[in-house]
């Protein structure tokens, strides 16, 4: 099951690495990860998705937490979240189907943040399973550049039953 | 008044109360080097390997339970420790490695002598610094030794570039330590500690498997009090001799694949099994489906990793095992209604003094060749469990193990987890030091005592009276034994009948140097040795392939043992 780790950690060199290889140290996987700086000073925070069973959720939480540069773990899968990643996506679109990108941009409220002859750059934030359904609409206009974020998630305000 | 980096370096050692450092110096570290003889509470032992100093450091903090420190140069004399800290992660034990680093300004730039240690030494230290201002030296030090010591212990490396030793700095040495991200848990809960109570009311079988962190955690007291007030017996890992009196009528000597009949059965049918500072390792269950089949399983561990980690657990407890054990007592003392243990246990006890009984650990002696177990016993005997002992790796090592009795911890000093060859005679070295009264014996193997020979040198250079017995059959015998037994006897790159005369050896050292081949010359030639006052080999000519008995194949259920 894919599972959503909100990780934060002391912003100092090495620390990346740290949770890298003892994923791949381990054999864990790594489905997304991001990390930026947060407001207090000197701490990041990390957001990581992966795959594995009950058990092997539990070693990964455990053997970050064991990690002397990491402050907190917190699962936010069994939690009310907020999820999104951010896809910046090249699509093809020549004068017979630009209308058509451009439909499609609307409807998922993308944001179009170039313009070329014969291209658009759309800017899509959602969760994964929205990013998954324009994606599919986009690939028959030929898509000709493609960078992701991983996941980023908060846990919700208000937890309700 | 202003210091150099390598004189906060030194000074910050001497607050924590460092008396032995073990090192080999080199480029980078000149500058730690040339300060050191004004700093003389800092003893230095220089190695002839740089695996030799960590494993001495190593062993220095195994036998004292104090942080050990070991000292190399940039590059090869930093990769050289690599094993060494391996080997201290696998068996937690406290350790600082400092190693110097090409100045700040060359890192990166493939520099002479070179090595990103830090990046090399991640997987396998708790966590390690390069320092990169001379400004962050002093508290850099004071967290290394607060994180080696404390919670689960470990090595922690700092990597120390060239120019950082050399700036100077009106030094400030912090009082205290406060983390955030480090907070180790050691208080058990109580609501967990009554659940352990429970259960022991209503067992009838219960079994203590008890490991490294008992002896880490100096719970020796409190799990000899718990076994003998409510007759439970008691087993352990290799990391667990010494934990538990190895001559008291509980104790069942160790369990695992080539554990004693009688410990492996009592797991196989315990219904209730108290694991404490162990780590379910796959030498120790065996098929991991099979292990403890009946029993209800409490774990305590000050590391939340261990728990749940191979095995699932009714009763988990994250907390300093001394702590656990004390709180479990106090529990046990607090109860309104007094259980009569010694008649709850008794026909459980009956039963495992019955496997006892039935299936000793044993062998056939002979005069010629002489027999291995017989010269583990015979060290015994000798020195009345009063010696420390270290081992190689292998069959020397189940050996002592199982053919030798411990009564204190930290009497006897192995390398369980990694499993190093080569480390006993260095770490010899270390306990030693700590110990310089005491009789220091390396039980060996002709192959892993070639492993580390070099420190002979040291050995006889700083006369460090280390005793050597190599168990010498002229094979790799435990690769041999999986070879004979699993590989149709096809002995492919064990033999070692080209091995050096080792009688000789140690006196191109400079050492004393024995040889033995009858039984009934042993006892003689083993009390001259140890009488000595300076580093002795014994070198004992052994049977070729005798076998460490019992054992459990690889992925076999624990109560599948060959006897034979």
Redesign the interface.
Not at chain 1, 68 to 71: C, G, I, Q
């Given at each position: 099951m894919r599972h959503v780790l909100s990780v934060l950690?002391?912003n100092e060199?090495?620390v990346l690495?740290?949770v890298v290889?003892l994923f791949s140290?381990r054999g864990f996987n790594i489905e997304t990860l991001n990390v930026g700086p947060t407001l207090e000073e000197g701490l990041s925070l990390m957001t990581i998705t992966t795959l594995g069973d009950e058990?092997i959720i539990?070693?990964i939480v455990?053997?970050l937490?064991?990690l002397?540069?990491?402050?907190k773990v917190v699962d936010l899968t069994h939690l009310q979240k907020v999820e999104r990643e951010m896809v910046l996506i090249k699509v093809n679109a020549e004068d017979a189907s630009r209308a058509e990108v451009l439909r499609i941009a609307d409807i998922f409220r993308c944001k179009v943040v170039d313009v070329g002859p014969n291209a658009l750059t759309l800017e899509i934030t959602g969760d994964q399973s929205k990013i998954k359904a324009i994606v599919s609409l986009l690939q028959r206009f030929g898509v000709k550049e493609f960078a992701r974020t991983g996941t980023v998630a908060l846990r919700r305000a208000m937890q309700m039953d | 008044m202003e210091k150099t980096g390598a004189q906060i370096l030194l000074e910050c050692l001497l607050q924590e109360n460092v008396d032995a450092i073990f090192g080999f110096p080199g480029g980078a570290v000149i500058d730690i080097y040339h300060h050191l003889p004004s700093y003389p509470a800092l003893r230095h032992f220089l190695v002839r390997h740089e695996q030799g100093a960590i494993h001495a450091a190593d062993g220095y903090a195994r036998a004292t339970g104090r942080v050990g420190v070991c000292l190399v140069t940039s590059g090869p004399g930093a990769t050289n420790t690599v094993t060494g800290i391996a080997t201290a992660y696998m068996d937690s034990i406290p350790v600082v490695i400092i190693t110097g680093q090409v100045p700040t300004p060359l890192i990166g730039n493939d520099a002479f002598q070179e090595v990103d240690i830090v990046g090399i030494s991640r997987p396998c230290v708790k966590h390690n610094y390069l320092v990169k201002d001379v400004q962050d030296l002093a508290w850099i030090i004071k967290q290394a030794f607060y994180l080696a010591r404390t919670g689960r212990p470990g090595p922690v490396l700092v990597d120390l570039p060239k120019d950082v030793l050399q700036a100077k700095t009106v030094p400030a040495y912090p009082e205290s330590i406060s983390m955030r991200s480090y907070n180790p848990h050691l208080e058990p809960n109580r609501r967990q500690l009554r659940k352990v109570v429970d259960l022991l009311r209503t067992c009838r079988r219960p079994l203590f498997y008890s490991g490294g962190g008992v002896i880490s955690s100096d719970a020796f007291e409190e799990l000899t009090w718990l076994a003998r007030n409510l007759h439970i017996p008691v087993t352990s890992t290799l990391m667990g001799l010494g934990a538990f009196p190895g001559d008291d009528p509980l104790w069942l000597g160790m369990l695992g694949m080539h554990g004693t009949y009688a410990a492996n059965m009592a797991v196989g049918h315990t219904d209730l099994l108290l694991a404490v500072g162990a780590r379910f390792d796959d030498r120790v269950t065996g098929k991991i489906s099979s292990f403890a089949p009946m029993a209800k399983v409490v774990h305590i561990d000050v590391d939340p990793t261990s728990i749940r980690k191979n095995v699932n657990v009714d009763v988990p407890i994250v907390a300093d095992c001394r702590l656990a054990l004390k709180g479990l007592r106090d529990e046990i003392m607090a109860c309104a209604e007094a259980s009569d243990w010694v008649l709850e246990h008794q026909s459980w006890l009956e039963q495992v003094q019955a496997w006892q009984r039935d299936h000793p650990l044993q062998y056939a002696f002979s005069e010629e060749p002489i027999k291995p177990q017989f010269v583990v016993e015979k060290i015994y005997e000798l020195t009345k469990g009063e010696a420390i002992i270290t081992t190689e790796v292998g069959q020397n090592q189940m050996w002592a193990a199982q053919f030798s009795r411990f009564h204190r911890p930290r009497s006897f000093i192995t390398s369980g987890g990694l499993g190093t060859m080569g480390y006993g005679f260095p770490a010899a070295i270390g306990a030693q030091v700590a110990f310089p009264d005491k009789l220091v014996i390396d039980i060996a193997g002709d192959g892993s005592i070639q492993m580390n020979i070099q420190e002979m040198a040291t050995a006889v250079s700083c006369n460090i009276p280390v005793k050597i017995v190599i168990l010498n059959n002229g094979y790799l015998g435990m690769v041999r034994q999986w070879q004979e037994l699993f590989y149709n006897k096809n002995y492919c790159a064990t033999c070692m009948h080209t091995n050096p005369d080792f009688v000789k050896l140690a006196e191109a050292f400079g050492a004393a140097g024995f040889r033995v081949t009858k039984a009934a010359d042993l006892e003689g030639v083993l009390k001259q040795a140890f009488a000595l006052p300076g580093p002795v080999i014994v070198d004992v000519v052994v049977a070729e392939e005798e076998n460490v008995y019992p054992m459990v194949p690889a992925g076999a259920a624990l109560t599948d043992m060959l006897l034979v």
């Open positions: 950690v002391e060199p090495g690495s740290r290889g140290g058990a539990e070693q455990k053997q937490r064991k002397v540069t990491v402050v | -």
